[in-house]
């Protein structure tokens, strides 16, 4: 996600966020929601809904939706991540805005976030986000993200120490183009810690020497690209280590600033032998609803078992 001064306008950002709430909450399991869960859910919508009549009138891009599939299973559409570009301006502002938008989750997911949001004090912040996933099932997954400005080492540094990872002194110097920490957190507390590196732009023939080939990669050669611009490889930690001892396991990258619309993605997605099990049907459900911008997308560097593609909603249809 890449925030920044708007540069288009919602006609009505209170009415297509309601709407795009109703859409995705369509697609969950009412019977399977434990009591009081809907009350909540509501409130976080309104929240959010809230937030974005405000700053979309400042800012672009705040607001990411996503869809996540993983083959042999239902696409998950209730997915977003909200932004607070404005951090270094309000920082105090914006993290009563993250609390509010978490806090009627419930008490077990507050504290966690609170805990986590000291980490925001350290030089070097660009901005946070936050953002939730809910299963048909109402399993509730918070994501927060840390963005960085590239120089600040140190900073980067302390944040994974004090998350329990681990970088040899040797390595410091080898944060800079660590752009993002991605923190996932259910209610038992911290779940897992994603890093994401940074690329302006990478060759394939480059990204061959780092990493094993990816199918998509496959694809994108066969079709002429010789690298991609905005991209962003992805390393999962789960258990406290020296993070240089993990391969990264996923890629991400800019659609938009690579030319690839939902048209080609597709064919990609249902194509035999490296998508097939990837239904487009709910994104093109979506997409006979809303208005909608493709952003990016995120894959395992093994296989297509799973995707994450991340969109704009511009307005409703």
């Known amino acids: 996600m890449w925030p920044g001064p708007g540069n288009f306008r919602l006609s009505d950002p209170r009415h297509t966020l309601e709407s795009w709430f109703a859409h995705v909450r369509s697609s969950l399991r ?6 009081g869960v809907h009350a909540g859910l509501s409130a976080v919508e309104s929240s959010v809904t809230e937030l974005f009549r405000e700053d979309s009138a400042s800012y672009s891009f705040i607001f990411e939706p996503s869809l996540a599939w993983h083959a042999g299973a239902s696409a998950l559409l209730y997915r977003f991540s909200y932004a607070w570009p404005e951090y270094r301006l309000r920082p105090c502002a914006v993290r009563d805005a993250v609390r509010r938008m978490i806090r009627p989750l419930g ?12 980490l925001l004090s350290m030089p070097g912040v660009e901005q946070p986000l936050a953002g939730l996933e809910v299963t048909a099932q109402f399993r509730f997954r918070l994501k927060f993200y840390i963005q960085f400005r590239p120089e600040f080492v140190r900073s980067k540094h302390a944040i994974l120490n004090a998350l329990g990872f681990r970088v040899s002194p040797d390595h410091v110097a080898s944060l800079s183009p660590l752009h993002l920490i991605g923190i996932d957190y259910q209610a038992s507390g911290i779940t897992g810690v994603k890093l994401y590196t940074r690329f302006p732009r990478i060759d394939f023939c480059n990204l061959s020497a780092r990493v094993r ?9 066969a079709q002429g690209f010789k690298g991609l611009k905005d991209f962003l490889l992805i390393t999962r930690l789960d258990r406290p280590c020296d993070i240089f001892d993990i391969p990264p396991s996923e890629m991400d990258f800019s659609l938009r600033r690579n030319g690839i619309d939902w048209t080609r993605l597709r064919t990609f997605l249902t194509s035999s032998g490296k998508g097939g099990t990837l239904d487009p049907a709910p994104y093109d459900a979506l997409k006979d609803r809303f208005r909608i911008l493709e952003n990016r997308i995120s894959l395992p560097l093994a296989g297509m078992t799973r995707a994450n593609l991340y969109y704009l909603v511009l307005d409703t249809l």
């Open 213 to 221: 080939q990816s199918p998509m990669v496959d694809c994108l050669q």
């Open 107 to 118: 008490s077990r997911y507050d504290r966690w976030f609170s805990q986590t949001m000291r």
């Open 30 to 35: 009412p019977d399977r929601a434990p009591r």
